[in-house]
């Protein structure tokens, strides 16, 4: 089991989740600094995926830093994580167009940034 942290990153955590139920999709939660799921939340991995609050926030409200998970079949969504070979966006959108992906919605993330 992991480790309660800090009050703070924990309910920063469980706000970052209440968003993402607030907007409609169902989530999982990952294990701590983690993309991974974590078995005691989300025993069946992204086919855990849930809108229902009392089951989604049960690890904050349990003062776990767990991280979360947004599964792209539950949520009718399509997600491509390129996390190697393409150092900017203007890579990213470049190899976007030349392979015909639609324009979308895109999130750089902090690893992008090393």
């Not at 409609?24 to 974590?38: H, R």
């Not at 409200?61 to 009718?76: D, F, R, S, T, W």
Request: aromatic residues 10%; charged residues 25%; hydrophobic residues 30%.
């Amino acid at each position: 089991m992991g480790t309660a942290v800090g009050f703070s990153r924990v309910e920063e955590l469980k706000a970052s989740v209440e968003d993402a139920l607030s907007r409609g999709f169902a989530v999982i939660t990952c294990k701590p600094n983690s993309k991974d799921p974590w078995p005691e939340y989300s025993p069946h991995a992204c086919n855990s995926g849930t809108r229902d609050p009392k089951i989604a926030l049960k690890a904050w409200e349990n003062g776990m830093a767990a991280n979360y998970g947004i599964p792209g079949g539950i949520n009718n969504i399509t997600q491509v994580d390129c996390d190697k070979g393409l150092d900017s966006i203007e890579a990213f959108e470049e190899w976007r167009t030349k392979y015909g992906f639609p324009e979308t919605f895109t999130v750089i993330d902090r690893k992008s940034t090393r």
